[in-house]
Structures are given as C-alpha cells and as structure tokens.
C-alpha cells in the first residue's frame, strides 16, 4: 500500500516563502514520477510542478515557473516543493502525487495514481 504523506502548509504573508515535503512509503518510489497539485475553493484541481525518478527533468506550471523549485531524495523516498515569492493567488491545498507511468514528463490529474491527504496553504495580503 503506497502512502504519501504531506507536511510543511500554513499561513504566510505575500512575498513569504514555504516549503513543502511529502514522505512516501509502500513502494518502489524511486522508479516513479513524482509531483505537487493544488486546488483552490472553487477550482479543479491543478499541476504545479513535477520531477522524473532520477531528478533530471523538472515540469513547472507557467504560474510558478521562476518561484517554486521541486526536489527529491530517492534514498528518503521524499519529494519538496520550495515556493517563493508567495502571492495570494497560491492560496490552496496542496497534493503530493505519484505516477507509475514510465516516461511522463508532466502529469495530468487522470495520471496520478497515488494522493497524499493535502495541505493547506494560505498567503495573506
């Protein structure tokens, strides 16, 4: 049984930076793609940023491209997402996802095939 396991969310004012982890388990997660999705009141859910299983390859949404700077450690079986310059439009709660399809480059929400519980996110003005 794969489980991600998000941490890092909270309050912070615009301009502030947050970093966010997620902790796998349950699988061989070195060999899968890795990501962060978010989702704001209202909205369907959306990619942020992802990383292939040897950390060669990064995928930003144009939204944070320049701001958010995904990571991963095979060895921890861990993922971060570094953000930046945090404006109020990131305000949501934040996904940790895994894929299991070889090859993806950027992932859609129909490719995930794992989900972390989420973690809020909240950037004040």
């Known amino acids: 049984q794969v489980r991600l396991a998000e941490s890092g969310g909270g309050l912070v004012p615009e301009g502030g930076s947050l970093r966010l982890s997620c902790a796998a388990s349950?699988?061989?997660?070195?060999?899968?793609?890795m990501a962060w999705f978010r989702q704001a009141p209202g909205k369907d859910r959306e990619f942020v940023a992802g990383?292939?299983?040897?950390?060669?390859?990064?995928s930003y949404a144009d939204s944070v491209k320049g701001r958010f700077t995904i990571a991963r450690n095979n060895n921890e079986k861990t993922t971060t997402l570094q953000m930046n310059s945090l404006n109020p439009e990131d305000t949501a709660v934040y996904y940790c996802?895994?894929?299991?399809?070889?090859?993806?480059?950027?992932?859609?929400?129909?490719?995930?095939?794992?989900w972390g519980q989420g973690t809020q996110v909240t950037v004040s003005s």
């Open positions: 996802a895994v894929s299991r399809t070889f090859g993806v480059l950027t992932l859609q929400v129909s490719d995930v095939h794992y």
């Open positions: 349950g699988g061989p997660i070195e060999n899968w793609y």
């Open positions: 990383i292939i299983w040897s950390g060669g390859y990064t």
